[in-house]
């Protein structure tokens, strides 16, 4: 026995391997929690590295970095995700839990530092990155046999729109249809914000979004507009068999046009004090409101 450890416990030696094995399985708990949406991901100001002067490298219209452990775990498993390089560092690679040799695509080992280069400092990427080709473009026809589709009108923060495909898979929507103009484009923000959500439904641009309007209509869809002035509660205002709901960005709420477009206009009732959310909350809570009613 050493003479550093008279007394049999353990050495200092298990004790930091002890320490750094319970250290990881509370960052790995912590990190599931953060991608289930249950506890906030750190703010910028947490990881805030001398990055002030940092300027994002430039990226070709058919290239898309993608980070995260869940986004890129969600890529890799995708096969209509055209696949560039993998860059990994080795800590993440163990909670990725994938053998790099068999991916067929190239890979390299980098450092935490290496990727806050290319993402900057405030991309919560967990060690992984992707670079990959942006997704196949979707058409509106590929939501005949679709009951409940998604249309934002002109939402441009990533973040919300992530966040609303996030919930569009959880309750089973068929697309999420957006405006080609001030509207987010395939990114590593939109993708972390969905936390593999975007690899499992089609997220469509369209350039007209009165004629999209016209498009599903024509398919059998009841639009349903959300305004908080709306004449009647959503749940009152649901009717067929086939729904697309539709949202309008924070602030101005759905324009003109759209309003004469749709179907019906309608309202989340809310009996407290605040009167309005968060898009991304009102999405949710129609989701649900619309899987009551097509299950009915």
């Known amino acids: 026995m050493s003479k550093d450890n008279k007394s049999g416990g353990p050495s ?16 790995a ?11 906030p991901t750190p703010g910028f100001q947490k990881r805030k590295r001398g990055g002030d002067d940092w300027k994002p490298p430039a990226l070709a219209p058919d290239q898309v970095h993608l980070y995260g452990l869940h986004t890129v775990r969600a890529a ?29 695509i190239p890979y390299e080992m980098v450092s935490p530092q290496d990727l806050d280069k290319v993402l900057g400092p405030d991309a919560i990427h967990q060690g992984v990155m992707l670079e990959t080709r942006p997704l196949p473009v979707r058409r509106l026809e590929a939501l005949k046999d679709s009951p409940l589709i998604l249309v934002l009108d002109q939402v441009t923060d990533p973040h919300n729109v ?22 987010p484009t395939e990114s ?9 959500a975007l690899e499992l ?38 009717s067929g068999d086939k729904v697309a709901l539709v949202l309008g960005a924070e602030g101005k709420g759905l324009r003109q046009k759209t ?38």
């Open 12 to 27: 200092s030696d298990e004790k930091s391997a002890k320490d750094t094995h319970y250290a990881n399985l509370r960052r």
């Open 188 to 196: 590593g923000v939109l993708a972390k914000s969905a936390s593999g």
């Open 201 to 238: 439904i089609p997220y469509i641009q369209i350039t007209n979004l009165a004629d999209a309007l016209g498009e599903l209509h024509k398919l059998g869809f009841v639009t349903i507009g959300l305004d908080s002035e709306g004449p009647a509660p959503l749940e009152g205002t649901f």
């Open 76 to 104: 890799l498993e995708n096969k209509e995700r055209k696949k560039i390089k993998l860059s990994v560092t080795p800590n993440a690679l163990a909670r990725l839990e994938i053998d790099v040799e068999k991916l067929g």
């Open 29 to 39: 708990h912590r990190d599931n929690k953060r991608e289930r949406g249950e506890i």
């Open 259 to 296: 309003r004469e477009t749709v179907n019906a206009l309608a309202r989340l009732d809310m009996p407290g004090e605040i009167k309005s959310l968060n898009v991304s909350n009102a999405a949710a809570i129609a989701l649900y409101a619309a899987r009551i009613h097509l299950k009915g």
């Open 162 to 183: 992530g966040a609303i495909m996030r919930s569009a898979v959880a309750f089973n929507a068929g697309a999420l249809i957006t405006t080609q103009r001030h509207s």
